[in-house]
T-cell receptor, first 109, second 114 residues
Framework: AQRVTQPEKLLSVFKGAPVELKCNYS??????LFWYVQYSRQRLQLLLR??SRESIKGFTADLNKGETSFHLKKPFAQEEDSAMYYC???????????FGGGTRLMVKP | DVKVTQSSRYLVKRTGEKVFLECVQD?????MFWYRQDPGLGLRLIYF???????EKGDIPEGYSVSREKKERFSLILESASTNQTSMYLC?????????????FGEGSWLTVV
């Protein structure tokens, strides 16, 4: 069975500080990993996916298969980054996403 | 631009009522999903459908059923609503295939069962 764990429910940092949102997964095959973000009063939207190896809004995430992790990082947090962040895994079997419990990021001025 | 529309944003229903949540997507996606979103539990898959009239149970199907009579429409049905079904319900859709395919979400339907 596949599982996604986000150990922190809430992460609070000051503006300009580095931020790392942790995500660990368990899956026996080759997963696709994603980060989704939900800003206040907006719909859930894709932030980035590991296969693209892209940086979006200054965020990056590297898939570490040895540690089964996909942590989301940003060197300098901005107040507009405050949101709910979900890590998600898609198995090789199909199109379903399995989500972690989410981490609320609060960036204080 | 992909659009997933959930017709009801906020609903209040009584225990025992039958509840319909409707979702429509306009991008001819094969796959459609219903999730519920609860604090600390993230999003949990209730049901999904990969084609018209086809459905598969997700992680928490108990107390729910679904209907997909047309490709663009996926309905979630609570046969007899209970208070523990008070939640935010998210509909999503995606095209078939894997790599790079994105799942698109609707804005959500807040359901309160009293």
């Amino acid at each position: 069975a596949q599982r996604v764990t986000q150990p922190e429910k809430l992460l609070s940092v000051f503006k300009g500080a580095p931020v790392e949102l942790k995500c660990n997964y368990s899956y026996s095959g080759s997963p696709e990993l994603f980060w989704y973000v939900q800003y206040s009063r907006q719909r859930l939207q894709l932030l980035l996916r590991h296969i693209s190896r892209e940086s979006i809004k200054g965020f990056t995430a590297d898939l570490n298969k040895g540690e089964t992790s996909f942590h989301l990082k940003k060197p300098f947090a901005q107040e507009e980054d405050s949101a709910m962040y979900y890590c998600a895994l898609r198995s090789s079997a199909g199109n379903m996403l399995t989500f972690g419990g989410g981490t609320r990021l609060m960036v204080k001025p | 631009d992909v659009k997933v529309t959930q017709s009801s944003r906020y609903l209040v229903k009584r225990t025992g009522e039958k509840v319909f949540l409707e979702c429509v997507q306009d991008m001819d996606h094969e796959n459609m999903f219903w999730y519920r979103q609860d604090p600390g539990l993230g999003l949990r898959l209730i049901y999904f459908s990969y084609d018209v009239k086809m459905k598969e149970k997700g992680d928490i199907p108990e107390g729910y059923s679904v209907s997909r009579e047309k490709k663009e429409r996926f309905s979630l049905i609570l046969e007899s609503a209970s208070t523990n079904q008070t939640s935010m319900y998210l509909c999503a859709s995606s095209p078939t295939g894997r790599s790079g395919n994105t799942i698109y979400f609707g804005e959500g339907s807040w359901l309160t069962v009293v």
